[in-house]
């Protein structure tokens, strides 16, 4: 039978298609449900809408739910978890993963045995029409979302899908970790993403840029101090690492931090406890430590500027990310989330635009691509599509 017969022959069989179809749509980003809903009121839909993967699967239970539009980025299970529960417990319910950025669905070939196919091809045309992403440009389109993300990251390279499993396996421990890769690579994007999906997510993540505080200062900012311990210190107050009480340190720069500070660091990893400066009182902390640097620590240490003892006390659990320039099938995808993000009505890139992007090293990394996406969403002006003049590198 051809694949347009059996469309027709599940189209006659399948009762939600011939009346209206129990669609729920699950994600935890709001303004994503929001848009799905406007834009797809109709006859043809009975909307659900769910936040998270338990109320999801709830709804699957008590009501008439036929088709889910699932946002990977679930906040209390896996997608593929998630996935394998439905198709388990839920064998008639069909679930169409959705992309993150765009609420645009991401289809592979159709297999009529399990899907109703011309209802999500409905879908299909109706999710964009009010979600104002952007068009994907010529070599954009084709590409696929990787079934399992980070929030916030975007690649579908063998090296990102590497990292995304094991961010997955780190973020359920406590486990120290540190962060290696280049200027722009997504460094604190992964550290804010190992503390979302870690079992300290409800508590607070603490950011320190170790290279943009005085030393002077920084001390006193990591760990403290009481009344009068020095000039200007005219009110107790407790440091960075306190503030972190039960959640995330992410010491950014890590490489950057004075050897001075190194030793009181090292023993605060080795005690979980800290000491305001001009106190003798100690406090008991429980909180994880996330580093993160562009400076390769190895030859810090060979240099003597780097404590071997702290190194290995970070070095538990390293990552390394990718620079752009190794990743570059990933262009697409990345060019396609700024678009989104940047840009509210439908643009194109020209294949001339496409071909600057694509013959650029991006020493700046991803970083890099985002400023030059934003600047040529601003020099198009009321254009609708990028052409190289807009693309300054």
């Not at 669609?23 to 043809?44: A, C, F, K, P």
């Not at 008590?62 to 299970?77: A, E, F, G, H, K």
């Not at 870690?198 to 170790?210: G, Q």
């Not at 210190?233 to 950057?256: C, K, M, N, P, W």
Request: hydrophobic share 40%.
């Amino acid at each position: 039978m051809s694949s347009a017969a059996t469309s027709q022959a599940l189209l006659a069989d399948h009762g939600p298609c011939r009346s209206q179809v129990g669609l729920l749509i699950v994600s935890s980003n709001h303004e994503l449900r929001r848009e799905l809903l406007s834009s797809l009121q109709s006859d043809l839909w009975d909307l659900q809408e769910a936040v998270s993967g338990a109320e999801a699967l709830e709804k699957i239970h008590s009501d008439n739910v036929t088709l889910v539009m699932l946002d990977p980025r679930l906040p209390d299970l896996r997608a593929e978890d998630f996935r394998d529960i439905v198709q388990s417990q839920y064998p008639a319910v069909t679930i169409v993963p959705v992309n993150p950025h765009t609420g645009q669905p991401v289809m592979a070939a159709p297999s009529p045995e399990s899907i109703c196919f011309e209802v999500v091809r409905k879908i299909e045309r109706a999710a964009p029409l009010r979600l104002g992403v952007a068009k994907p440009a010529p070599f954009l389109e084709g590409e696929k979302t990787p079934q399992t993300d980070l929030p916030g990251f975007v690649g579908a390279a063998p090296s990102v899908q590497r990292l995304y499993s094991l961010v997955r396996l780190v973020a359920q421990r406590d486990t120290t970790v540190v962060i290696t890769g280049e200027s722009g690579t997504g460094k604190d994007v992964v550290a804010r993403a190992i503390h979302q999906l870690s079992s300290r997510r409800l508590k607070p993540m603490v950011v320190i840029n170790c290279a943009a505080i005085p030393e002077a200062l920084l001390e006193a900012e990591l760990f403290g101090f009481v009344k009068g311990a020095f000039t200007g210190a005219v009110q107790s107050r407790i440091g960075r690492i306190h503030a972190a009480q039960g959640g995330t340190l992410f010491l950014d720069e890590i490489g950057e931090l004075p050897l001075g500070l190194q030793s009181k660091l090292l023993r605060f990893l080795e005690q979980g406890e800290v000491q305001r400066l001009g106190s003798t009182d100690t406090f008991r902390v429980d909180v994880r430590i996330i580093a993160a640097t562009n400076s390769n620590l190895r030859q810090l240490v060979q240099q003597r500027n780097f404590r071997e003892d702290l190194f290995y006390r970070l070095s538990i659990f390293p990552i390394e990310l990718t620079p752009l320039r190794e990743r570059m099938e990933d262009l697409g995808l990345l060019t396609q989330s700024f678009l989104a993000k940047f840009c509210p009505q439908n643009v194109t890139l020209t294949a001339e635009a496409v071909s600057v992007l694509q013959q650029h090293t991006w020493p700046g990394n991803v970083r890099e691509l985002r400023n030059v996406i934003e600047r040529a969403t601003i020099l198009m002006e009321q254009d609708r599509e990028i052409r190289p003049e807009h693309i300054i590198i």
